[in-house]
Every structure is written in C-alpha cells, then in structure tokens.
C-alpha cells in the first residue's frame, strides 16, 4: 500500500512539475529584444577575433596547436550562439507567423524577415566552417538589416511600455 501511495505521489509530483517549472519562452517585458542584438554583435566581435587569432597563429613557425585547437572551438561556439539566437529567439519566438488576412506590406515585412535570420544562420555556419572574415562584415550588415526590419513604429511603442 505504501509503494502505491509512493508511487502514486510520484506521478502526480512528476505530472504537475512541468507545468509548475515551466513558463512562456518569453515573458513580455523580461527578455530584451534589443539586447540580443547586443549579443549577437558581441559574438560576431568574438568570432572575428578568433579567426585572427587562428590565422595569426597558423603563421608562427612553432605552431602552437593547443591555442589554435582553443580559438577554433571558441569561434564555433560563438557562432552557434549566433544562430541559436536566430532560430530559437527570433524564429521561434518574436517574429509572428502571417495570419490569413494579412496586407501586402505585412507579407513583405515578413519575408524580408525571414530570409534576413536564414542568412544570418548561413553566414554563420560559414563563419565556423572558415577563416574568412567576409563572413563575418557580412554578419554584422545583417544584423543591422534585421534590427532595421524587427524594430518598427509599432514595435518601438510596445518597447517603451516595458520600461
């Protein structure tokens, strides 16, 4: 009786703590959108400084292999948080599928939008696949063309009400 009460405790416990422990991906008003954009220039700062260090390194002639090993796997993280922003931020969370009676501008908004993260995420995959830094100046103009189309009229007011 008591390992069916135990038991029973234990489903209930495990069938009640999802939905207590977990919450909105987004809490309005407690993530920033604006800071990710700082993120995201923070990291494609990290991983321009990495390739020149990979690059700077692969030139010595004692190659020190160790700290190219380190530089690599630091531009490689970066640029996965790059994309990671991208997709599980801004796609799957803050940019807002179509309705059906959407207008014209709404539908071109939202696929200058769309290819704007798809090409961050190439870019970025690119970054960690190379050391060429057209990647990178790349990265940054896309950045800035996404905080140009997310950070509309309409979204500024939302913005300032969390303030």
Same mark, same amino acid.
């Given at each position: 009786?008591?390992?069916?009460?135990?038991? $029973?405790?234990?489903? +209930?416990?495990?069938? $009640?703590?999802?939905?207590?422990?977990?919450?909105?991906?987004? #809490?309005? @008003? +407690?993530? @920033?959108?604006?800071?990710?954009?700082?993120?995201?220039? !923070?990291?494609?700062?990290?991983?321009?400084?990495?390739?020149?260090? +990979?690059? /700077?390194?692969?030139?010595? @002639?004692?190659?020190? %292999?160790?700290?190219?090993?380190?530089?690599?796997?630091?531009?490689?993280?970066?640029?996965?948080?790059?994309?990671? +922003?991208?997709?599980?931020?801004?796609?799957?969370?803050?940019?807002? #599928?179509?309705? /059906?009676?959407?207008?014209?501008?709404?539908?071109?908004?939202?696929?200058?939008?769309?290819?704007?993260?798809?090409?961050?995420?190439?870019?970025?995959?690119?970054?960690?696949?190379?050391?060429?830094?057209?990647?990178?100046?790349?990265?940054?103009?896309?950045?800035?063309?996404?905080? /140009?189309? %997310?950070?509309?009229? /309409?979204? !500024?007011?939302?913005? !300032? @009400?969390?303030?």
């Amino acid at each position: 009786m008591i390992k069916r009460l135990a038991l $029973f405790s234990l489903l +209930i416990i495990m069938g $009640f703590s999802s939905s207590v422990l977990s919450h909105c991906e987004i #809490p309005c @008003g +407690i993530y @920033g959108d604006k800071m990710r954009f700082d993120m995201w220039m !923070e990291q494609i700062q990290t991983v321009e400084k990495s390739m020149n260090q +990979i690059m /700077e390194l692969s030139k010595a @002639g004692d190659k020190n %292999y160790n700290q190219i090993v380190r530089w690599v796997t630091n531009k490689d993280v970066h640029a996965d948080d790059i994309r990671e +922003i991208a997709v599980q931020y801004f796609l799957a969370q803050r940019v807002k #599928p179509l309705t /059906e009676d959407a207008d014209a501008a709404a539908k071109q908004k939202y696929a200058d939008q769309l290819k704007t993260l798809h090409l961050i995420i190439v870019h970025a995959m690119k970054s960690k696949q190379t050391t060429d830094l057209q990647h990178v100046e790349k990265l940054r103009d896309l950045v800035q063309q996404f905080y /140009e189309l %997310y950070f509309d009229k /309409e979204m !500024e007011k939302h913005m !300032e @009400g969390h303030h």
